[in-house]
């Protein structure tokens, strides 16, 4: 949601903002702007819709100057409009701002700005914050402590970036809260701020986050971080690994389609130096335990959202098998309404994405005031999730830009495998004989990721001939239940096609009533201890005219008697079957949506990183 781009330097900085804020895209929005300072003077340029619409309107009227800050905005308060676009400008022309987040309190500061003569141009929260900038700036203060001071009257959670025509070699930045990351991008005689690293991976890769109430003034060649209280900061450099191609669609036609095919390079990555193949043995550098920590755990509790929290639901699974460990998982979107009973001899593992995702952060909150420890697994590197956390692990992903998470899903997957294993190892649940078959057994994941990719042209063909249903049911048991929450969240979230995920045995009890022979119904129906259960839902199914496709093991050729069309993935253990059934329903999702021709990388309504509540 809303993205950030500022730039400082020696550049024209208009294309460095425009280029940045087209990476960040896939955060969704619904308008755009920017502001540079030339010739001593704040120049406004802002559109409604797409960024094509904003950069026609900066070729139309062109911007040449060396400071300058963007936005892309997802409306809360106000509709989509040009005048509600940021960044948002003082009275005087003089400062300007961007602002992601809500400003809880705006009503009461829009009245008393009112009252002291402000005329506002736009219906959002976010105006305050410049007039009050601009307040305090005619008070004598510049442009940091202004900034500071306004910052201090905000009630919610904001990332904020403000330049001034008064400062015109600067630009400072601002993170409260959780909404969104704030990262300021060091380079060579020139200095960057982003809400995302990949809008400015093509230029830097050090970066210094900011921590919830810090602020960072930049000039091209410093910059120097604070608390909001005016504590000075000494800010960890971080040196961030991923390149700038690996956050570009390449040949592909949709950076989901991408980001499905990467998955057997990205599973690598994931396990690369994480196990030892001759012994079972599992390190995880960032997430250490002892043996005796391990034995006493109790239970562990999983918070997470969306496609992260249904990886979590699989992980639990592996959890308490491997380690024995009995494993909750809950919404971060709920967790902390229900006064969770946890104390420290409970673990919590949030699961993120985006590391930044505001549910998420706030149960990771929740967890940390009650005393549990805290872990979580997340792609961004250097997001707020894995700083806050006692210990974390990488997905290994590499930049998700597609809203629809494809590779982060089987990434964080893989991610709970090795933490079952190396909770099972420290707890004494796994022989050593065992942990060297679950090596062997990880090792052969990308080989056989890589062949159902191979079969993408057969769920393509499916694809066509299904786009036109306009429900779908999928089905699954034990291990493969989430899975079928997850194909179908990700037919609808792209497809717009209405999708339920249910446990395969509560059919009966209900949903059975929907199936009818306009109700293609997506089975995960693999060799596994459920399967012969599968099979008579499958019967079910079809008794009522429903569409079956079967999502089944290699070789069984017992099931195409049974279903209408088979997708069929490579036999593994029924723990780590997820990791290759999840993909032809990732498949058959993207190629029903680029069949009914929707954005699939930006559908409508969705955003990447979920800032607010
Ligand atoms: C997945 O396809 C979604 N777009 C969404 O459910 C996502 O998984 C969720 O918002 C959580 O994001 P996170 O992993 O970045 O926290």
Redesign the pocket.
Same mark, same amino acid.
């Given at each position: 949601m809303c993205g950030i781009v500022g730039y400082v330097g020696p550049r024209n900085a208009t294309p460095i903002i425009l280029n940045g804020l087209k990476r960040l895209e896939y955060r969704g929005y619904d308008s755009a702007g920017i502001a540079v300072i030339q010739d001593q003077r704040v120049h406004l340029r802002r559109n409604v819709g797409k960024l094509d619409n904003l950069e026609r309107r900066v070729s139309e009227e062109p911007l040449n100057g060396q400071v300058g800050i963007g936005h892309t905005r997802w409306a809360t308060h106000g509709q989509p409009s040009e005048r509600n676009a940021h960044p948002h400008i003082s009275m005087d022309g003089q400062y300007v701002v961007v602002h992601n987040g809500i400003v809880e309190n705006y009503l009461d500061l829009r009245a008393e700005l009112k009252s002291e003569g402000v005329i506002f141009q736009s219906d959002t929260d976010t105006e305050v914050i410049v007039h009050l900038v601009a307040a305090f700036a005619s008070q004598g203060h510049d442009l940091t402590e202004a900034t500071r001071l306004a910052c201090n009257m905000l009630r919610g959670a904001h990332a904020i970036a403000v330049l001034s025509a008064a400062h015109p070699d600067r630009i400072v930045a601002v993170r409260i809260g959780n909404a969104g990351g704030v990262a300021v991008g060091i380079g060579q005689g020139e200095m960057f701020v982003a809400s995302d690293i990949p809008a400015i991976l093509e230029h830097t890769r050090q970066v210094v986050f900011l921590e919830s109430r810090q602020m960072a003034t930049i000039t091209a060649d410093s910059y120097t971080v604070q608390t909001l209280d005016s504590q000075p900061v000494k800010a960890t450099v971080h040196a961030i690994a991923w390149d700038a191609v690996s956050a570009e669609r390449g040949e592909y036609r949709h950076f989901m389609q991408k980001e499905i095919f990467e998955q057997a390079r990205s599973i690598t990555d994931t396990i690369r130096g994480r196990v030892d193949f001759d012994s079972g043995c599992i390190t995880l550098p960032d997430l250490t335990l002892t043996s005796d920590e391990a034995k006493r755990l109790k239970r562990m509790v999983t918070v997470?959202?969306? $496609? /992260?929290a249904y990886s979590g639901l699989v992980g639990k699974f592996m959890i308490e098998a491997l380690a024995r460990l009995p494993v909750e998982v809950d919404y971060g979107s709920e967790y902390r309404y229900r006064d969770p009973i946890l104390d420290a001899d409970c673990a919590a593992l949030a699961? !993120?994405?985006?590391? @930044? $995702?505001v549910d !998420?952060l706030a149960a990771m909150e929740e967890v940390r005031s009650k005393g549990a420890r805290l872990w979580s697994i997340v792609n961004a590197i250097g997001s707020q999730a894995m700083r806050i956390a006692d210990g974390y692990i990488t997905m290994q992903a590499g930049p998700e830009i597609g #809203? %629809? /998470?494809t590779k %982060?899903f089987t990434t964080s997957v893989v991610d709970q495998y090795l933490l079952a294993l190396y909770l099972g190892q420290l707890r004494g649940t796994l022989s050593a004989e065992a942990s060297r078959q679950h090596a062997h057994d990880i090792a052969r994941l990308p080989d056989l990721v890589g062949k159902v990719l191979d079969r993408a042209s057969e769920v393509e063909a499916l694809a066509e001939r299904l786009a036109t249903y306009d429900d779908f049911l999928y089905l699954g048991r034990g291990i493969n239940y989430p899975i079928a929450l997850e194909g179908a +969240? *990700?037919l609808k @979230?792209i497809s717009y096609i209405h999708a339920e995920g249910y446990p395969a045995g509560e059919m009966k009890h209900g949903p059975i009533a929907l199936i009818d022979d306009q109700m293609p119904v997506l089975a995960i129906a693999i060799r596994d201890s459920v399967y012969e259960k599968m099979i008579s839902q499958i019967e079910q199914a079809k008794a009522r005219h429903g569409i079956v496709i079967a999502v089944a093991t290699e070789g069984d050729e017992f099931i195409q008697t049974k279903a209408d069309h088979v997708l069929y993935v490579p036999e593994l253990p029924a723990l780590l079957s997820p990791v290759v059934t999840v993909i032809p329903l990732q498949l058959l999702a993207y190629y029903i949506a680029v069949h009914r021709g929707c954005d699939v990388d930006q559908p409508r309504n +969705?955003a *990447? /990183? #979920?800032t607010v509540e």
């Open positions: 997470a959202c969306g $496609t /992260s699961i !993120t994405q985006s590391g @930044e $995702t !998420t #809203v %629809a /998470s %982060a +969240l *990700k @979230e +969705l *990447k /990183s #979920v």
